[in-house]
């Protein structure tokens, strides 16, 4: 397994939001990201019991995120970070 650089990262949601984690970050950060599908948006605010919140996180989280005018990665393994784009 690759090891993540988390030196420069921010933590944007922590892992106490459990399943709902994604559903946080995309209420947080969605207006942020780049190329995001309008429906890939809804699919993650409807919630985890919804059929295709998994495989819409799969997506959204292979978008950049730009934040102030820097770019990061979605990087999530429990908690959710950005790690900036060098």
Same mark, same amino acid.
């Given at each position: 397994?690759?090891?993540?650089? =988390?030196?420069?990262?921010? =933590?944007?949601v922590? #892992?106490? $939001? ?8 995309? !209420? !947080? ?31 959204? #989280? #292979?978008?950049? &995120?730009?934040?102030n ?5 979605? $990087? $999530? ?7 900036? &784009?060098?």
């Amino acid at each position: 397994m690759e090891t993540i650089d =988390l030196t420069d990262a921010i =933590l944007v949601v922590d #892992s106490h $939001h459990g399943v709902y984690a994604p559903q946080f970050f995309i !209420q !947080q950060f969605a207006d942020k990201m780049v190329g995001l599908p309008d429906d890939v948006k809804q699919d993650l605010l409807a919630g985890p019991d919804n059929e295709y919140y998994w495989d819409a996180w799969d997506y959204a #989280s #292979s978008c950049l &995120v730009v934040v102030n005018g820097e770019k990061y990665y979605i $990087h $999530h393994e429990e908690d959710i970070w950005l790690i900036p &784009v060098n």
